[in-house]
């Protein structure tokens, strides 16, 4: 994801947003639903931090320091 382009695609379900943010560069795809009262900002700031965090889990562990 650094330096890559995310995709978002914003879809009305009735009183609901379907939001969807794709990273250009792995293909890696998230959906959220949020409620229609949600500023846009809202809606791609929690598509964005469930997308870090779907890349941060795919990635393996950093080996920890012991001294």
Request: net charge positive.
């Amino acid at each position: 994801m650094p330096g890559g382009e995310i995709l978002f695609e914003f879809v009305q379900l009735g009183n609901q947003m379907r939001v969807a943010a794709v990273d250009s560069a792995s293909g890696t795809e998230i959906v959220v639903i949020a409620p229609i009262s949600a500023t846009r900002t809202q809606m791609q700031q929690l598509a964005l931090a469930k997308l870090r965090k779907k890349l941060g889990a795919a990635q393996p562990a950093a080996t920890q320091r012991l001294f």
